[in-house]
């Protein structure tokens, strides 16, 4: 089967030069060369099911294709810097050379003054000695999926025979660090380990050694099409509760000993909204559509998480990719995501950091009976509340000029104060934390340590 006619209404040509002045003058756009073929058989991947869509195809981007896309990316940005994200499916089963030559194209097509990142996304099973050489040697940054320790990441992470796959990721990352390759973790986040965020986040930390961690929640809905219909999910998709849980448990973890050697994206979000700086993740922007996907034949999606026929702007060989990201149905794909808040998003305190969460995860009625709230709220909600009054120290620390590093020696001075407090009130008391519960029932229910403070 090949990708059918879209569903929506057929768009309206935009002229070339109306179109850049519409189009974002940046826009991130997620390359996929192999398709949805990956060596792995992860359970709650959603872009295996995407093969159905290419039957026949070979899954592979062919030389004129990479040159057009290479060449039309970096006239259609506006910007000095532009980054090239490779992903799959699994990106490295199309071999180095295919990569080699794109690095060559870029340097053919890069305007002057112009600087050229990098992004591979991998399982890194399949990582050598020259794929270290290689991606250290042009500066490619590389995610890598790895979900925990042994037992939970080869609870979903398994290859197609059904075998476990730590090992082979812990291979490809001595890999990476012995090229001296700049990796981040990818860690998705669902039923096995949602419970257990100090194990991960500690196995990260200490045993991986990464400084570059991002947690991605796994919200998937339970249908044969692997499209974002139905409102049922899986078993493996993670709690609102759990989530908000998570986030506040490893904040609390990183606000007293990590911030400025430990990056969490969650954080670095978080921080640059309260600096003012508004979202750089989509998840938490008012409006989205910045953030595309083309497939390995030059197909382009509004998003990663909508490769499906009604999403399917055009293709790239047919229209330049400009005019696609300009069509008005981008636009409107962007702007869905502020339009269709339901009445509790918008009376929301937290909606400033939120707004709604993605779009794909927004499958309740709210407590108004309005449709579109997010499958995540609850966790959203608690973290947002959570991190309110330390990313406001942070920020002003930014402003004075002074690290917001500093925060850690404020929360464990607020820490030792209350641990004081707590120890000079009565077990009947209401806890000096202030919430509103006995000190039996609260902070001092367990010997009281800094660890038990962190609630
Ligand atoms: S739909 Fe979700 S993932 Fe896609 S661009 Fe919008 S917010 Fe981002
Ligand atoms: S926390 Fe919940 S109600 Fe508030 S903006 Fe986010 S999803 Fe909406």
């Known amino acids: 089967m090949t990708v059918s006619p879209t569903l929506r209404p057929a768009s309206i040509p935009v002229p070339m030069a109306t179109a850049e002045m519409l189009a974002p003058p940046a826009f991130h756009v997620m390359t996929k060369p192999r398709g949805a073929i990956c060596n792995l058989d992860c359970a709650y991947c959603y872009f295996l099911k995407k093969e159905d869509l290419y039957e026949g195809s070979r899954f592979r981007m062919d030389d004129a294709l990479l040159e057009d896309y290479v060449r039309q990316y970096i006239a259609a940005q506006r910007v000095a810097e532009v980054t090239f994200a490779w992903q799959g499916g699994e990106p490295t089963l199309m071999g180095i050379d295919f990569y080699r030559r794109a690095v060559e194209l870029q340097a053919r097509y890069r305007r002057p003054g112009m600087t050229i990142h990098n992004t591979i996304q991998t ?49 490809g990352i001595e890999i990476l660090r012995r090229h001296d390759v700049e990796f981040n973790i990818l860690t998705t986040l669902h039923a096995a380990n949602a419970d257990d965020p100090l194990r991960i986040y500690r ?13 991605i929640p796994i919200v998937e809905r339970d249908n044969a099409t692997g499209f974002q219909e139905g409102e049922t999910l899986t078993s493996r998709s993670i709690t609102g509760a759990q989530y908000g849980r998570f986030l506040v448990t ?12 430990v990056f969490v994206q969650s954080f670095d979000v978080a921080l640059g909204i309260w600096a003012g700086m508004g979202s750089s993740l989509c998840v938490q922007a008012e409006t989205c559509g910045a953030a595309l996907a083309m497939e390995h034949n030059g197909d382009l999606y509004s998003c990663d998480h909508y ?105 464990r001075e607020a820490d030792a104060q209350l641990l004081d407090a707590v120890r000079r009130a009565g077990r009947n008391d209401a806890c000096p934390c202030g919430s509103g519960r006995k000190v039996k029932q609260c902070h001092g229910r367990t010997t009281a340590t800094t660890a038990s403070l962190t609630g």
């Open 123 to 171: 399982n890194a099973t399949r990582l050598t000695d020259e794929w270290g050489e290689f991606l250290h040697a042009n500066g490619f940054l590389v995610g890598v999926s790895l979900d925990g320790p042994r037992e939970i990441h080869d609870t979903f992470r398994v290859d197609k025979g059904g075998n476990a796959t730590f090992d082979r990721v812990m291979r």
């Open 203 to 215: 196995f990260l930390r200490d045993e991986v050694g990464t400084r570059f961690m991002q947690f």
């Open 307 to 411: 490769v499906e026929p009604l999403f399917r702007l055009g293709n790239i060989r047919e229209r330049p990719m400009i005019e696609l990201v300009a069509d008005p149905r981008q636009k409107a794909f962007g702007e869905a995501k502020r339009e269709t808040l339901p009445r509790q998003c918008r009376e929301c305190d937290v909606r400033f950091a939120c707004h709604g969460g993605c779009p794909k995860d927004r499958t309740l009625l709210d407590r108004y009976g309005e449709p579109g709230l997010n499958w995540l709220c609850e966790g959203y909600y608690r973290f947002f509340t959570h991190i309110d009054q330390p990313m406001q120290s942070m920020v002003e620390e930014l402003r004075a000029g002074r690290p917001p590093a500093n925060i850690m020696a404020m929360t």
């Open 250 to 261: 490893i904040f609390d973890e990183w606000v007293r000993n990590d911030v400025g050697t």
